[in-house]
């Protein structure tokens, strides 16, 4: 427990040993409880009014006297302990904020992270590990908070406030990464920035393919679609020599590269067509588009194992096909219910359902 807690604590527990002390000895000298008690808030607290009966022996004037130094002094412990909890705050936040506003000055061709989520984070790992010089922004005292303790400077506040930004150090700053989780907050951090500073160079994420084009106006130098990076390198390896093999056995699908789509919040599945399924007939392209959750299919084997690499937008689905699906794994659950697809279950490299 703090110091300062330990004296609030010990003057009020103080204090109230002093009261209940003076109201037991006044009762002790013959007075009743009600006098007794007021006796003793009058003498503590020293409002100058009359004694309530006369002291008048050397003994009740003594008592007296050290319910007075007793009641002052456990009330300067009490009230000094609280103000030296309030003040001890106040300046460590402050010094705090202090020497981050001094490491921030002190930066120069660094990168301001805006945005301290799942990708944040990860960038935000990888930048330190090499060493990169960067300052974290986020609106979420608690993102600010878990960044403070991963050991980077930070700034709290809107990444589009021109006054936030300036306070990371975007005057002395060589990048800016955009990686909100809204396309549309990304791109007004990037009119501001680029607004502040030309020669920035903003790398912007974006989750739908159509506000590539938004941030590129906006003055993005480049723009990370997560979902299209994880869906090209599950297309590079599916179209290797051996890619039937691996839709077959789907381990290359559930290996390392599984692991590396999950930092980006991606998930590969394997879904199976059953006969009643109101995809049935329908084109691939009807489950890239449902739900406006950008799916991306970059395999479908057949029910006669023929297996077709990035299958064309207009490809028939038929009953028993699989479709190998890459999506946000918060959505795929959702596509499998609305179109009461079958999820491929593996077992040590074995499918079981």
């Not at 589009?160 to 300036?166: C, D, G, P, Q, T």
């Not at 130098?221 to 297309?235: E, K, N, S």
């Amino acid at each position: 427990m703090a110091r300062p807690i330990r004296r609030v604590i010990a003057g009020v527990a103080f204090f109230v040993a002093t009261c209940a002390v003076g109201v037991v000895g006044y009762r002790l000298a013959g007075w009743s409880a009600t006098d007794a008690l007021y006796m003793v808030v009058i003498t503590i607290f020293g409002v100058g009014y009359g004694e309530v009966r006369p002291v008048d022996t050397p003994e009740l004037r003594a008592f007296t006297s050290g319910v007075i130094v007793a009641g002052y002094g456990a009330a300067l412990v009490a009230v000094g302990g609280f103000v030296q909890l309030v003040a001890e705050g106040e300046i460590n936040r402050a010094l705090g904020a202090r020497r981050m506003t001094r490491g921030i000055r002190e930066l120069s061709d660094h990168t301001i992270l805006c945005g301290y989520g799942r990708v944040g984070r990860i960038l935000a790992r990888r930048l330190a590990e090499r060493g990169a010089p960067l300052v974290v922004v986020d609106r979420d005292r608690e993102k600010i908070v878990a960044a403070e303790a991963d050991g980077h400077l930070v700034v709290q506040g809107d990444a589009a406030s021109e006054e936030v930004l300036e306070q990371a150090g975007i005057r002395e700053a060589g990048q800016l990464a955009a990686v909100l989780p809204s396309d549309s907050a990304n791109v007004f951090v990037t009119l501001t920035a680029t607004g502040l500073k030309r020669s920035l160079v903003v790398i912007a994420r974006a989750e739908d393919p159509s506000s590539e084009s938004k941030l590129r106006r906006s003055g993005a130098d480049h723009v990370i679609l997560p979902a299209a990076i994880g869906a090209d390198r599950i297309a590079n390896l599916v179209t290797r020599p051996s890619a039937e093999d691996l839709l077959t056995r789907g381990e290359g699908l559930r290996g390392a590269l599984g692991e590396s789509l999950s930092e980006l919040g991606l998930q590969v599945e394997e879904l199976r067509l059953p006969a009643g399924s109101p995809l049935v007939g329908r084109p691939v392209r009807a489950i890239e588009i449902g739900g406006n959750h950008g799916f991306l299919i970059v395999a479908l084997r057949r029910a006669d194992d023929q297996v077709l690499v990035n299958p064309g937008d207009d490809e028939t689905l038929r009953s028993g096909d699989t479709v190998i699906v890459v999506g946000h794994a918060d959505d795929l659950p959702e596509l499998r219910r609305r179109y009461e697809l079958e999820r491929q279950v593996f077992y040590r490299g074995a499918r079981i359902r």
